[in-house]
């Protein structure tokens, strides 16, 4: 398991554990992996607003990434593997990846092995592959193409940062909430698909990825860019807010509306899933930052990502997504002190203008129905920001 985050240690160590796999994170973090190497064991927290389950999750160990041969040795003979390292960080694990693969080859280890690549990237899975096919001769690549899968997923399950306190209390303890699907590309896989505690593979799995996007994402960037404007916090004191509340439960029907009309999804099944993600943005215990649900509003405000894509799609059923236009509006609005790329937004906007950024940022222009919808609300926002 690359990254022992909480990704890698909240949710695929648990699921990964047990499914009856000894799980070997591979980490920077030296104080965590020491822990983990020491315990053989972590303890994963799952709370909701009704209750508070400790798990202990073992066996597993753990190896410092730059520990290049002891990583290259667990890769050689490991049965499944994920990453959850950040897309950035893609690169410079690929170097160990692809080490491994090749011990693997020499070995003469012919069991498949399958990567669940779990990063906030389209296309992670072919990314990350020929990040590391470029690093292998001719016999490794030959042998990669035959043996070895990259499979892309979508992460639902939400965890937070841990405070300094309970980290202090525990250094391998995560928190999260119990939320346990795992959608995976079946188109990705070599050999049998492994059977993995909640672990589904679909043929359509673009649906999966524009409802995680879509949905999920959008309904927390609406959230965190309406609420920060109204000087909440946490997003469970935004949706709690009685005007936001309305935005962003007829947001997320624009957007599934739109999901069903581009993917040929059924309606019953993504409102349900509607349903279940309200109630667990409501769960108060994971304590959610709207400035962690914003931040870095030029990647999430972009033509293809949550709240512009769901506005597209929304449009192909032949309306102007006038909720959706409230969270983009409140994206380019969004200002926190610290957030660089919320910084190089609003220089944007300074220097050229909310239209030209509309454009340039989003790919809307500024007399099309949904740019005028959004510039509408920005006018909005903006008034009644300068008013309070």
Not at 11 to 39: C, H, K
Not at 162 to 179: G, M, S, W
Request: glycine share 10%; aromatic share 6%; net charge negative.
């Amino acid at each position: 398991m690359f990254g022992a985050g909480n990704i890698g240690r909240g949710f695929l160590g648990q699921l990964f554990s047990e499914s009856g796999y000894r799980v070997t994170f591979i980490d920077i973090d030296e104080p965590l992996i020491s822990a983990l190497a020491r315990q053989q064991a972590y303890t994963l927290r799952l709370v909701t607003n009704q209750e508070t389950r400790d798990l202990r999750i073992t066996p597993v160990t753990g190896i410092l990434s730059g520990d290049l041969a002891s990583v290259a040795q667990v890769v050689s003979q490991a049965q499944i593997g994920a990453t959850a390292v950040g897309a950035r960080a893609l690169p410079y694990i690929a170097p160990a990846v692809a080490a491994g693969i090749q011990a693997r080859r020499q070995a003469g280890n012919q069991a498949p092995l399958n990567l669940i690549i779990c990063e906030n990237l389209k296309g992670a899975a072919a990314h990350f592959r020929a990040l590391v096919r470029e690093r292998l001769d001719a016999d490794d690549q030959s042998f990669l193409d035959r043996q070895v899968g990259f499979v892309d997923t979508v992460i639902g399950r939400m965890v937070p940062e841990l405070t300094p306190e309970l980290k202090a209390q525990d250094r391998t303890l995560v928190v999260a909430e119990p939320y346990k699907e795992l959608p995976v590309d079946h188109n990705g896989f070599i050999g049998e698909i492994p059977a993995i505690v909640g672990m589904q593979a679909h043929d359509s799995f673009e649906l999966f990825t524009a409802r995680k996007l879509y949905l999920h994402n959008a309904g927390h960037a609406v959230l965190a860019y309406l609420g920060y404007l109204r000087g909440y916090q946490l997003g469970y004191e935004a949706l709690e807010d009685a005007w936001i509340r309305p935005i962003l439960e007829a947001a997320l029907d624009e957007s599934m509306r739109g999901i069903a009309k581009v993917y040929g999804a059924d309606h019953t099944w993504l409102s349900a899933h509607v349903s279940d993600l309200l109630g667990r943005f409501a769960n108060r215990i994971l304590a959610d930052p709207v400035l962690r649900l914003g931040r870095d509003p030029l990647r999430k405000l972009a033509p293809d990502d949550r709240l512009v894509g769901a506005a597209r799609a929304a449009e192909t059923t032949g309306q102007t997504p006038l909720n959706l236009a409230y969270g983009i509006a409140g994206g380019l609005l969004f200002d926190p002190p610290g957030d660089e790329r919320a910084a190089e937004l609003q220089q944007l906007i300074a220097h050229q203008g909310v239209e030209a950024a509309l454009l340039q940022v989003c790919g809307i222009r500024a007399d099309e129905p949904l740019g005028q919808a959004i510039l509408e609300r920005y006018q909005c926002l903006l008034s009644e920001r300068r008013e309070g």
